[in-house]
């Protein structure tokens, strides 16, 4: 298992942007494909998106394609939901998530990732 911490959540309105960070400890970050997971009241939890150690595979949700991009810096540790043109509807936790090898073109659930971080609130106002 690796930790991970969130930050960067907040109050934003609609149409605005906010970067969410995860910073990873305890583990070879590198070998970790990462994602990123959401999860509004009342609702699953739901996958956003994802990226490979290598930065070869990323993938993304449907609902924030085009406007979410994630990222990651292995020298640093960290991983990174930049999110754009921001919806009411994407307000929700956001959770950082690591799990062993790589990902493909595809949502993943999140019973697929095994280290979990504890999650930052996201709420963009109309």
């Known amino acids: 298992q690796v930790l991970l911490v969130e930050s960067g959540g907040g109050l934003v309105q609609a149409g605005g942007s906010l970067r969410l960070s995860c910073a990873a400890s305890g583990g070879t970050f590198s070998s970790y494909a990462m994602g990123w997971f959401r999860q509004a009241p009342g609702k699953e939890r739901e996958f956003v998106a994802a990226i490979s150690w290598s930065i070869a595979r990323i993938n993304y949700a449907d609902s924030v394609k085009g406007r979410f991009t994630i990222s990651r810096d292995n020298a640093k540790n960290m991983v990174y939901l930049q999110m754009n043109s921001l919806k009411p509807e994407d307000t929700a936790v956001y959770y950082c998530?690591?799990?062993?090898?790589?990902?493909?073109?595809?949502?993943?659930?999140?019973?697929?990732?095994?280290?979990w971080g504890q999650g930052t609130q996201v709420t963009v106002s109309s």
């Open positions: 998530a690591a799990r062993r090898g790589t990902v493909s073109n595809r949502i993943y659930y999140p019973s697929e990732f095994g280290s």
